[in-house]
């Protein structure tokens, strides 16, 4: 049940972050391009970057409820879009380059192509 809570917590707090700032940055700079989510998902896979590299360079004994806490958690609130960045690059510096390109090819086009399905199934198209 404590990992679901440290996962909970900071999805909690992920998701109010990406409110926040999307809004914040929405009144400031009102345009059509989603620009807003495009720096929180670069935002949030750069955090993921500095994240994961300094649980590996350190790797404290609290580093599996860290993880659980802020990478799941306040990133994967943030944006879902840090944790596919790091499953890519996982992939690639594991010279598995053939997956890493499948698996981000797939991803964008599979999920594109799923979000377009379910906008046709409720609008009674399909």
Not at 78 to 97: H, K, M, N, P, Q
Request: include cysteine; glycine fraction near 14%.
């Amino acid at each position: 049940m404590y990992p679901f809570l440290l996962v909970g917590a900071g999805g909690a707090i992920g998701a109010m972050a990406r409110f926040g700032f999307a809004s914040l940055f929405g009144r400031l700079w009102p345009m059509g391009f989603p620009l807003a989510t495009l720096l929180i998902n670069i935002i949030g896979s750069a955090a993921m970057g500095i994240f994961i590299g300094l649980m590996a360079r350190w790797l404290p004994a609290w580093q599996s409820e860290a993880r659980l806490f802020f990478a799941v958690g306040v990133l994967g609130g943030f944006t879902t879009f840090s944790t596919f960045s790091l499953d890519a690059i996982v992939l690639i510096e594991r010279g598995d380059w053939l997956q890493a390109g499948a698996y981000v090819l797939l991803s964008v086009v599979l999920c594109l192509i799923g979000l377009y399905l379910g906008l046709l199934a409720i609008r009674g198209v399909a």
